[in-house]
């Protein structure tokens, strides 16, 4: 979608500030009824530019202090599928995301443990374990700052 005025664009920052608010909120925020930013939002949704909503979990407060990038290349490229690999790592619950990458990797998974000991322990009985893996790359996050991105 690429047709998208000042006002989708305001309402898209809105949204990415704060996902729950209603449309009348995002509307009395921007200067529109609730009934034009609720079309508004309908067809950014239908188009694909609203792709859903989603909570963030603060995960350091639920427990999980320690969150690491590990970079994976595959030993065996060829007799495990991809596809394997993937449906595997994404059934380890402190694999919060998997990425299949071009580069020095094949695969950057983000991992959350309780602590380095958790994350010591994840690493040896499940990462390690996946089908096909060869080298691996830890990288711990210290901290992190998040931004929405480009907007249009």
């Known amino acids: 979608m690429t047709d998208l005025d000042d006002t989708d664009r305001a309402i ?73 690999f993937e449906r595997a790592a994404t059934a380890i619950p402190e694999v919060q995301t998997v990425q299949h990458v071009l ?15 958790d994350f010591e322990r994840v690493l040896r009985r499940r990462i390690m374990t996946l089908p096909g893996v060869g080298n691996v790359e830890a990288n711990v996050l210290l901290s992190e700052e998040r931004r929405p991105g480009p907007i249009g």
Request: proline letters at 1%.
């Open 12 to 84: 898209l920052r809105a949204l990415v500030a704060d996902a729950t608010q209603s449309a009348g909120a995002v509307g009395r925020a921007l200067g529109l009824s609730q009934p034009s930013a609720w079309r508004r939002i309908r067809r950014l949704e239908e188009a694909g530019a609203l792709a859903g909503r989603r909570v963030d979990l603060d995960a350091e407060r639920l427990g999980f202090g320690v969150t690491v990038f590990l970079g994976i290349k595959l030993a065996t490229k060829g007799r495990v599928s991809l596809e394997d």
């Open 103 to 117: 580069g020095l990797f094949d695969y950057r998974l983000r991992v959350t443990a309780r602590d380095l000991a």
